[in-house]
């Protein structure tokens, strides 16, 4: 009975991200969505990143807003959520067709590092990126 309710409720998530898709609002929608940031679970973070699709500057655009307005440093749970998208989207993507907006966020993020393991995570995320676009090429 569970696995029919997952698949149910996996339907109607379908119908809702292509409803949205289809009314060419899920731009505006996610921007929105992700004001609440800090408020988000990781399910909910997982859906944004799966209406963004290859547009992952619908992502990264408001990502990169918030972590520029001040209050990304009110806390760790930001960076938690912010780090979590940002090491399950498409960089490289992103990077293809939007160099200027990936490397804004990879700025941004240099300077909220305040501790070695956040400087650790930042170099991981750009190693990866760096090897994704080389064996994608």
């Given at each position: ?117 956040d400087f650790k995570w930042l170099l ?14």
């Open positions: 009975s569970s696995g029919i309710n997952a698949e149910y409720g996996r339907q109607l998530v379908d119908l809702a991200l292509s409803k949205i898709r289809s009314m060419n609002g899920h731009q505006d929608f996610i921007s929105r969505y992700l004001e609440n940031l800090t408020s988000l679970y990781l399910e909910q973070l997982d859906l944004m990143i799966e209406l963004a699709g290859t547009n992952v500057e619908y992502v990264v655009k408001p990502l990169t807003e918030q972590l520029t307005s001040g209050w990304a440093a009110q806390g760790t749970l930001i960076l938690a959520n912010a780090r979590y998208v940002l090491e399950n989207i498409d960089l490289v993507c992103c990077q293809k067709y939007n160099s200027e907006l990936c490397d804004a966020i990879i700025d941004v993020l240099e300077g909220l590092c305040g501790t070695h393991d991981r995320l750009q190693r990866k990126l760096i090897k994704e676009l080389v064996t994608s090429t």
